[in-house]
């Protein structure tokens, strides 16, 4: 197999400055029909430069740079710079800081570059995005980075999916479940009852059906074919290193719904950023990047052999390898995909407090057809429940509150930080008793947002000047998502001012998570450490769980804040900010 | 012809809604639409063969859409035994069921024309059943329900059981109907998901019968009250 395009990462940077210490850099892009192939499917699409590669655009912390882009598509576009802080006139999304490129025009972006890190770009136009209109964009830092390596690659991951982003939009609205093609099935129930006990398995179907709900229901979109910097599995993409050498890798999920579980078997990997910004290394096996996130770790292979970096979907549909290898046409190994994930009511926990319970019988709901294994029910109080003559034995309810129940106030953290409780690596963000904590695959540490801490602190920490609730809500069955309830084009902005720390107190009451990104400014998210806490600019709210964060409000102007799950956008869950105000 | 006529006119609001359904920009939802069909196949009965067909066609967004729902069946070098088209337009009432109103025409060959006025209700009930009722107001008003269930043999497999119900409420002498005198006809089905969900070719079994007064002008009529067919058929879904 000769995939050379796929071998030069880093090749594709178009006007490069001319070659002076980055004071004003011009850079060129084209925004194109493109053919993708993916080695399992060939698809129409859109691309940058003409390419199913990412383009990847490298600055330097402190430039001035000028990109032209230019539009060939027969439809406008636009490109957001995702994750960095400018003014949101140059933010690049139609309808809220410009009014997109129109077809056969190019537009100028001007701004500094005032950051450094791993970001990326991408198309905030319909559906452009998941049809291939994203990129890299690598900035180093002037006094050159933290934690310096031997070598320094980006890995863009996608979920390319034969179907056109606004086809799968579609489709998804005529029929939420379409493509869901893991659902559980009369095998299922057959397994199930052999394991549990027919009543038991019949108990289980009938809870979840009594919700019209699916334990399945952890990726909305699957049958994609997962690309490593435009590259399928078979394609390849390889990354080169001589044995000892320290490899940074510049994870970006750049995917329309998928959330990747990372690992280089055979290797730690070491955390030295998140975001863009540097965090204090922390040393794991195993991370998941939500959609949007972006990690840099460094790897560091000492044998001279073939090294396979693994993508594997959260929801376990579908899995994508790259290669670390020391020469050009080694192949990594392949690895079988983990078995699927389970949702279970823990991670229903805020569903069922948007929910209409008349007709929802909750007393003489039996649990007994749960799987209870390894499931911590510590912040459930099930009072309510019909308990009599069910074998609970396998059940923690330790420190159970039997008074009052509601399960429709099931608040994980009730106005505290979320800390990490021991044990339970990689947990604290999850609902407790969730089917969707994460575990490494080689049984080590697995990465949590609590594991992260700033290198140096972005801000000075300091009260919130007020706290906003944002509930994220949804109807699955008919694909509706809205933030409160309420869809984008029925909301009013989120109006901010200048100067105000805001707290954000986000609860996810549907049952899938989502990576919520606010543009402009930076998002600091509660992990207990004070000014250490991370900062981000995506941060993926667990179902089932609140989570808070906090910005400075340092960016005048209109900004987008919005799931980053493609459809979700799409479908509503999306506000306009309006930071009012501004440095006199 | 005629009937051609009439699926063009019912059809064409829906074309132009398609013509106009452009990707709203980012944040706003998009004006949707798409097209399943629940049966199209051939029937073989003890008598006869036929060809039949149940459709929708849809367009609109979250708060209204704009339904096409056709049904018929054509006995093979004969007439259209049955030929029912509605228009409705159709608005969520909760979080799982719409309500609908709309226009409804029965015009199959041999018998005089019906339109109605529709309303009903369509959505999903616990436990996963697809449920339809409606009731068709005319001077032959009637009421129809519809059930129907996919089980997952595997997740392509997949094994539908149907229902379907109508009730006339009033007699119709010149369709061979006595109020009260109701009409079944169960369906099963085994399909295979073929490429996606949009193509899922089925074999099954469809049963009709008509009891009551309306069983009764069948026989007087020297008519069979039920019929047994064994179907195979393709769906689609895009
Ligand atoms: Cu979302």
């Known amino acids: ?584 | 012809m005629k009937k051609l006529l009439l699926g063009t006119a019912l059809g064409l609001p829906l074309g132009l809604a398609f013509a106009t359904s452009a990707m709203a920009e980012v944040g706003v939802s998009p004006t949707v639409w798409g097209v399943r069909t629940d049966k199209l196949e051939y029937r073989m009965g003890d008598e006869e063969n036929s060809f039949a067909w149940e459709f929708e066609a849809w367009t609109g967004n979250d708060e209204l859409r704009l339904v096409w729902k056709s049904e018929g069946a054509k006995i093979e070098g004969g007439d259209f035994e049955e030929m029912d088209n509605q228009i409705r337009l159709q608005k969520p009432i909760t979080d799982f069921f719409d309500g609908f109103i709309g226009i409804a025409a029965s015009t199959p060959d041999g018998t005089p024309e019906r339109y109605y006025g529709a309303f009903g209700v369509t959505g999903l009930a616990p436990q996963w059943f697809e449920v339809e009722a409606a009731l068709y107001v005319s001077e032959y008003p009637y009421l129809g329900a519809e059930v129907e269930y996919e089980a997952l043999l595997t997740n392509r497999l997949i094994l539908t059981p149907s229902l379907e119900v109508s009730l006339p409420l009033a007699d119709d002498p010149a369709r061979e109907i006595a109020a009260g005198g109701g009409s079944v006809e169960l369906g099963l089905r085994l399909s295979y998901d073929l490429i996606g969900r949009s193509v899922s070719p089925y074999v099954g079994v469809n049963y009709e019968r008509a009891f009551g007064g309306t069983a009764d002008i069948l026989r007087d009529h020297g008519h069979e009250v039920d019929e047994l067919t064994g179907v195979v058929g393709i769906n689609f879904m895009f």
């Open chain 1, 1 to 584: 197999m000769k995939h050379t395009n796929f071998l030069r990462p880093l090749a594709v940077v178009l006007g490069l400055a001319l070659g002076l210490p980055a004071q004003a850099g011009t850079y060129d892009i084209t925004v194109d029909k493109v053919r993708i192939d993916t080695g399992t499917f060939k698809k129409n699409g859109i691309g940058y430069n003409g390419s199913q590669t990412p383009t990847i655009l490298h600055f330097e912390e402190g430039e001035d740079v000028v990109i032209r882009v230019k539009n060939n598509l027969r439809e406008s576009t636009s490109i957001h710079w995702h994750g960095l802080i400018l003014p949101f006139q140059q933010d690049g999304v139609p309808g809220i800081s410009f009014n997109g490129i129109k077809a056969g025009e190019t537009f100028t972006y001007r701004f500094p570059i005032e950051q450094a890190g791993t970001y990326w770009f991408h198309s905030h136009s319909s559906f452009q995005e998941p049809d291939g209109a994203y990129g890299a964009i690598v900035i180093s830092p002037k006094g050159g980075e933290a934690v310096p390596t031997d070598r320094d690659y980006v890995v863009q991951l996608t979920d390319k999916h034969p179907h056109s982003g606004s086809r799968i939009f579609r489709n998804l609205k005529a029929s939420a479940d379409y493509y869901n093609r893991a659902q559980r099935t009369a095998q299922d129930l057959i397994e199930d009852a052999g394991a549990d006990g027919l009543k038991a398995a019949l108990q289980d179907r009938k809870m979840w059906g009594a919700m019209r709900m699916m334990p399945t229901d952890i990726e909305d979109v699957q049958g994609f074919t997962p690309l490593i910097n435009g590259a399928s599995t078979q394609q390849n993409w390889t990354g080169i290193f001589k044995p000892g050498e320290k490899v940074r890798l510049r994870l970006i999920n750049s995917s329309a719904t998928t959330y990747f579980d990372v690992r280089v078997p055979g290797l730690k990997m070491t955390v030295v950023q998140a975001d863009g910004n540097d965090v204090k290394p922390v040393m794991v096996d195993e991370l998941r990047i939500a959609v949007a996130e972006t990690y840099d770790v460094i790897v560091q292979p000492r044998e001279a052999k073939a090294y396979s970096i693994i993508g594997e979907s959260a929801g376990r549909t579908a899995m994508v390898r790259g290669t670390l290898a020391p020469s050009e046409g080694m192949v990594g190994p392949y690895y079988k995909m983990r078995p699927q994930p389970l949702l279970t009511m823990a991670d229903m926990g805020g569903m069922m407090s948007g929910m209409d319970h008349s007709g929802m019988d909750m007393g003489g709901m039996d649990m007994s057809g749960m799987n209870h294994s390894g499931m911590d029910m510590s912040g459930f109080d099930m009072s309510g429940m019909d308990h009599s003559g069910h074998d609970m034995s396998g059940m923690d309810m330790s420190g159970m509150d039997h008074s009052g129940m509601n399960m429709g106030g099931m608040d994980m953290s009730a106005g505290t930080p979320v800390v990490p409780s021991e044990g339970a690596a990689g947990a604290a963000f999850y609902a407790p008793g969730s089917g969707l904590i994460p575990t490494a695959a080689n049984g080590g540490k697995f990465l949590g947002y609590e594991d992260l801490r700033a290198r140096k602190p972005l801000y000075r920490d300091r009260p919130a000047t007020r706290e906003i609730e944002i509930r994220l809500t949804g109807n699955m069955e008919r694909y509706i998502w809205s933030i409160d309830g309420v869809k984008y084009e029925d909301a009013d902005p989120i109006r901010l001012k200048y100067g105000e720390r805001v707290r954000f107190k986000f609860v996810n009451e549907t049952m899938m998570a989502h990576p919520m990104h606010l543009h402009g400014m930076w998002t600091i998210i509660d992990t207990g450490k004070g000014a250490y806490d991370p900062v981000k600019h995506t941060v993926s709210v667990a179902p089932g769980t609140t989570l808070y964060t906090e910005t400075e409000v340092d960016a005048p102007g209109q900004w987008a804040f919005h799931c980053h799950l493609s459809y979700h956008m799409a479908g509503g869950m999306f506000r306009k900010v309006i930071v009012e105000g501004g440095p006199s």
